[in-house]
């Protein structure tokens, strides 16, 4: 079982800055923490530089760039931004005008297609939808918010019956449970905040938090 654990908990740490200087501290507190993944969110960044943001040479630990909205008036600064970072990143969670920026810097960026959802998703709904996003992704993505406790099963279920890369959890803090528990139950990784006060979503633990539940799982 202890084994079990170390194998399947992959903790993604996701850090939203406001702007470059805070990015800078909080992607070396990510890359030095109990984390396996570190994901930085642009969604504050798009207008700024991204010179420095990043340790000299590749990082220590597989990058993440997301950006969950583009907007229009800040295209061109959003494809510079992109264009810097995705040679030191693994993954791409990008809208789509982005995506051929990412690629054209790094053949081998592995390609995240996400859904959010600020509602109950039914399973043949959220099962619908993961379908359609692994279509042109390397891994699928669909996060959901949890209005029961019942939400928390569809997920793992999820997580578990479909047998292509994904990740799969509720928001909220009726969707926790779902969260501590979805690597083992088949999704590639689950997502912390560096510290309380810092989550980029509804209900996400802090990784120092969900460390100690995996430690305590696995004695």
Known sequence: MNSLLKNRARICVSVLPRDTEEARHEIHRAM???AGIV???LDNL???SAANLLPEGQPP???ILTLLESKKAEEECNMRLVASLA???CYADLPSELLSTARMQNP???IIRSAHFERSLNYTEAAHTLEELKQDADIAKLVFTAESVDDNVTALTLARVLKFP???FCMGSLGILSRVLTPFFGSEWTYA?????LESAPGQLDVATLSEIYDGLGE
């Not at 905040?193 to 006060?197: A, N, T, Y």
């Open 39 to 41: 994901e930085l969110r």
């Open 87 to 89: 040679p030191y990143a």
């Open 61 to 63: 630990k597989p990058l």
């Open 46 to 48: 798009a207008s700024g």
């Open 32 to 34: 030095i923490s109990k």
């Open 193 to 197: 905040s560096l510290e309380p006060g």
């Open 166 to 168: 994904k990740v799969v």
């Open 108 to 110: 081998g960026l592995k």
